[in-house]
């Protein structure tokens, strides 16, 4: 099973950088390229402890949906989102949060498994590791730049207005 880990650096505190990585509105915007959009389940402001989104988007030239529950939660320390539902034989991302002094270090580890036994094997190697890569890079850019800026403001205060 491929891991992919990925560290982030983000000069905000570590509550801000926890809730805009369970924001759907923020994701949803980080993932606009795909035209993401969550079309069952929690489907805007913050998700929490067992709750779920499905999310339905366009990658490799097909429109797939992809179901993911929050399994555990620990604000603002860490959380983590499993596949219910979806083209994946199995995916699990863990999100850790790490408050140091200049800022947060966010730190994901992202566990997947394609179907179709050999072929997916290969899929894997070839390409799915280097997309998935790309796809939490971006992502954990934007959470970066809104965190890091007032932009984040419109993003979290909304929602608690």
């Known amino acids: 099973m491929p891991i992919i880990h990925l560290t982030t650096f983000i000069a905000a505190p570590a509550e801000r950088v926890f809730d805009l990585s369970r924001s759907i509105d923020l994701h949803k915007k980080s993932m606009s390229h795909t035209g993401e959009e969550a079309v069952a389940g929690v489907?805007?402001?913050?998700?929490?402890?067992?709750?779920?989104?499905?999310?339905?988007?366009?990658?490799?030239?097909?429109?797939?949906?992809?179901?993911?529950?929050?399994?555990?939660m620990e604000r603002p320390f860490s959380f983590t989102d499993e596949l219910e539902k979806g083209d994946l034989k199995s995916m699990k991302h863990e999100h850790f949060f790490k408050q140091i002094d200049n800022g947060?270090?966010?730190?994901?580890?992202?566990?997947?498994?394609?179907p179709y036994g050999f072929l997916g094997l290969i899929a894997n190697k070839l390409f799915l590791r280097k997309y998935f890569e790309k796809l939490l890079a971006m992502r954990n850019d934007q959470i970066r730049q809104y965190a890091e800026s007032d932009k984040w403001k419109f993003v979290l205060m909304a929602h608690n207005a």
């Open 104 to 114: 947060t270090l966010m730190i994901d580890i992202f566990r997947f498994e394609a």
């Open 43 to 72: 489907r805007a402001g913050l998700i929490n402890l067992h709750e779920s989104v499905t999310w339905k988007a366009r990658h490799f030239r097909k429109t797939r949906y992809m179901k993911v529950a929050i399994t555990a």
